[in-house]
T-cell receptor
Framework: EAGVVQSPRYKIIEKKQPVAFWCNPISGHNTLYWYRQNLGQGPELLIRYENEEAVDDSQLPKDRFSAERLKGVDSTLKIQPAELGDSAVYLCASTPRTSGTDTQYFGPGTRLTVL | GENVEQHPSTLSVQEGDSAVIKCTYS??????FPWYKQELGKGPQLIID?????GEKKDQRIAVTLNKTAKHFSLHITETQPEDSAVYFC??????????????FGQGTILTVHP
């Protein structure tokens, strides 16, 4: 079974530029999460999707961050414009459809550097 | 919201020794406690988890204990090997209600196993 796929793996941009990250969850996983992991810290949830619906985006800085999951499969996270403080690893995770299953499977992440 | 504290931040052991990492949580409604291992350049990988209706769980060299009354849980690794060297994160979440599925992570423990 293929794991969570993310691209690109690395991205370097200058501040004020836009950037987008893509995630393909494990097949059949209806719940998808985006996390941000700052250097030396644990991941922090940005947004959670149940199929196409964003059910928890309370931690997403909506002035510059946006996300979508149009067909309930792949998802894109966008930052526009990027700031220096956005440098971090952006992780995508997914959870299977099975009821009562909480296990989140993480992708390798996208390391963003904002110069 | 939930707050998870993890100690120690770094842990150095000799191969074959045991390693123990401890976490405390604040939200009494949390009922799912996973442990993740993260190697350099990779996403977190689940190594073991425990639910609030269980006090202890073992999987080969890895065990987790949970004390709901004291709101703390611990990871125990026995007979450590150099390949156990990584960053370990504890996390907590609710399985129902608001904030369902939102993992709150500890700050991480850098484990180094010396040959």
């Amino acid at each position: 079974e293929a794991g969570v796929v993310q691209s690109p793996r690395y991205k370097i941009i200058e501040k004020k530029q836009p950037v987008a990250f893509w995630c393909n969850p494990i097949s059949g996983h209806n719940t998808l999460y985006w996390y941000r992991q700052n250097l030396g810290q644990g991941p922090e949830l940005l947004i959670r999707y149940e199929n196409e619906e964003a059910v928890d985006d309370s931690q997403l800085p909506k002035d510059r961050f946006s996300a979508e999951r149009l067909k309930g499969v792949d998802s894109t996270l966008k930052i526009q414009p990027a700031e220096l403080g956005d440098s971090a690893v952006y992780l995508c995770a997914s959870t299977p459809r099975t009821s009562g299953t909480d296990t989140q499977y993480f992708g390798p992440g996208t390391r963003l550097t904002v110069l | 919201g939930e707050n998870v504290e993890q100690h120690p931040s770094t842990l150095s052991v000799q191969e074959g020794d045991s390693a123990v990492i401890k976490c405390t949580y604040s939200d009494s409604a949390s009922n799912y406690f996973p442990w993740y291992k993260q190697e350099l350049g990779k996403g977190p990988q689940l190594i073991i988890d425990i639910r609030s209706n269980v006090g202890e769980k073992k999987d080969q060299r890895i065990a987790v204990t949970l004390n709901k009354t004291a709101k703390h849980f611990s990871l125990h690794i026995t007979e450590t090997q150099p390949e156990d060297s990584a960053v370990y994160f504890c996390a907590a979440s609710r399985s129902r209600g608001t904030s369902y599925g939102k993992l709150t992570f500890g700050q991480g423990t850098i484990l180094t196993v010396h040959p």
